[in-house]
């Protein structure tokens, strides 16, 4: 599962990063809009932490996101625990929904 992390602390990218590892997500990391969004793939997660981005930014990863059937979670603090509570009930989701045929 690939994730993309839209806003959060620049000195949380690492721990975002190794998070979203232990889930065995991989993960890409936007805390500024310098580069802006356009290398975002087609991830299965968008996780926009609403508190510390841009409301610009906020409607880039909108943008980039409609069409392709992304799943978007918004948050508005950008904590660990925030991330982690967000990733379980994606990837329970995920696993659920695999696990029924």
């Known amino acids: ?12 990218i690492r721990e975002y990063k190794e998070l979203c590892k232990s889930y065995r997500c991989n993960a890409k990391v936007y805390t500024n809009m310098n580069a802006g969004l356009k290398n975002l793939g087609c991830p299965d997660l968008i996780v926009l932490f609403t508190s510390t ?3 610009k930014m906020v409607r880039c990863a909108l943008r980039e996101a409609k069409g392709d059937n992304i799943k978007i979670a918004r948050s508005h603090t950008s904590s660990i625990s925030a991330l982690k509570s967000i990733l379980e009930e994606h990837i329970n ?9």
Do not use: A, D, F, Y
């Not at 599962?1 to 949380?12: A, D």
């Not at 989701?93 to 045929?101: A, D, F, L, P, R």
């Open 93 to 101: 989701k995920e696993v659920n929904s695999c696990g029924t045929s």
């Open 53 to 55: 981005v841009s409301h």
């Open 1 to 12: 599962m690939s994730v993309v992390i839209v806003g959060g602390n620049e000195c949380m």
